[in-house]
């Protein structure tokens, strides 16, 4: 049986219901421990600040751990309940958002978007003429638009209109071409069907069902202390704060951005991922259905050549995350199937439906293309969770 006191501290910090603690469960002591040792040496001076790893089977917390520190001064040391913007691990909270509408019947996902935002009807493709599909909501959650990245605004509808005035690189469903823009399409949709802003959309529809007290597009001023600081590498070879032109905790962008503003701890998204996983349902009340899970974790891609993102074989993409089609062709530890997506502040999470697993990984690092920059964390931190299972 869980034991009552680490289900109480859960509680507190935001993760009730991932309570419980039995590595013998699930993982092996002995192999968790690499992954431990790994964390610590990636957050020891010299790398990266800190980070949260959190590890759940079967709805329980088996690995919960903060490493390293959340200031550059190495000073206030990481904890569990550490704030991360997690940008673009928003995506799968904003597909989510536009599956309940589908649900509800207002929209479909073959739906044209001139639809809801008429201007797209008179798009036109790079070097003239219409494009012989129109772009559907489709296209938008599994980033095959054809649209180019999308202009700097003062919020989504100004945005779409924006959009809408610029042209296709590429015929709809043709091609995978991740970028913001298209979450960005989605949430003022969601916004346009719901009549509600797209903040509060999420907030009524998903954070608050899942208690997700923690996560939002911008943290309540008394708890700013918690935001773990963004760093970069300088050309000098060391860590620099990033200069976000805002306060820490404040909104990212001028409007609620579902392609990458949110702010959560790795409790609070465990909650998202562990609602998944167990087919839209969080503690008795569903919020999606679990065919609707279901279609949106497979590959969206299959028609593709080839049907996987290309610069990652092995992965396809399905309705706002990535999709383990081929291990093998991936190089990494895992099950067919498994869901996941990251973010570009060096955040990462998977949902293994086999496994019945949740695995997070949250830092706070902007990478930069130069030779003495941080590695990336993500393939070490996949394999040495795979690892560990018993």
């Not at 192999?31 to 010299?46: H, I, N, Q, S, V």
């Not at 605004?153 to 945005?159: K, N, P």
């Not at 600081?229 to 050309?235: D, P, R, S």
Request: proline share 7%; hydrophobic share 40%; net charge positive.
């Amino acid at each position: 049986m869980p034991d009552r006191r680490f289900a109480l501290a859960c509680l507190l910090l935001g993760t009730a219901a991932l309570a419980g603690t039995q590595p013998a469960a699930g993982l092996a002591p002995d192999r968790l421990a690499r992954l431990t040792a790994f964390l610590d040496r990636t957050t020891a001076p010299g790398g990266y600040l800190g980070a949260v790893a959190l590890i759940a089977r079967e709805g329980r917390v088996l690995h919960r751990r903060a490493h390293g520190h959340r200031d550059l001064a190495r000073q206030k040391p990481m904890g569990v309940d550490a704030i991360f913007r997690i940008r673009s691990m928003s995506k799968p909270i904003a597909s989510a958002a536009v599956l309940m509408l589908m649900e509800e019947g207002r929209l479909g996902l073959d739906d044209p978007i001139s639809r809801y935002l008429p201007a797209f009807a008179s798009i036109t493709l790079d070097g003239g003429g219409k494009p012989a599909r129109p772009i559907a909501i489709r296209h938008l959650l599994t980033h095959t638009t054809g649209l180019l990245p999308g202009p700097d605004s003062s919020s989504l509808a100004e945005h779409a209109d924006r959009v809408a005035r610029t042209a296709l690189a590429a015929e709809p469903g043709t091609r995978f071409g991740y970028d913001g823009v298209n979450t960005e399409l989605a949430s003022r949709i969601v916004e346009l069907v719901s009549g509600q802003s797209f903040d509060r959309f999420v907030q009524q529809r998903i954070l608050d069902p899942l208690r997700m007290a923690d996560t939002g597009f911008e943290v309540p001023p008394a708890q700013r202390h918690r935001v773990v600081e963004l760093t970069t590498m300088g050309a000098d070879g060391r860590l620099q704060r990033v200069d976000e032109g805002h306060a820490a905790g404040a909104m990212q962008k001028p409007y609620a951005s579902g392609a990458g503003g949110l702010y959560a701890t790795a409790g609070d998204y465990a909650r998202f991922a562990q609602m998944l996983l167990d087919g839209g349902v969080h503690e008795g009340r569903r919020l999606l259905a679990r065919k609707t899970v279901e279609l949106m974790m497979q590959n969206h891609l299959s028609t593709l050549p080839p049907p996987a993102i290309p610069d990652n074989p092995g992965l396809g993409f399905g309705l706002g995350g990535s999709v383990l089609v081929d291990p093998a062709a991936h190089g990494r530890l895992g099950s067919i199937g498994m869901f996941g997506w990251t973010g570009s502040a060096t955040t990462w999470f998977t949902i293994d439906p086999t496994e019945r697993l949740v695995a997070i990984l949250l830092m706070q690092h902007l990478p930069r293309s130069v030779p003495n920059d941080l590695p990336r964390p993500y393939a070490a931190f996949q394999n040495l969770v795979y690892q560990s299972l018993m």
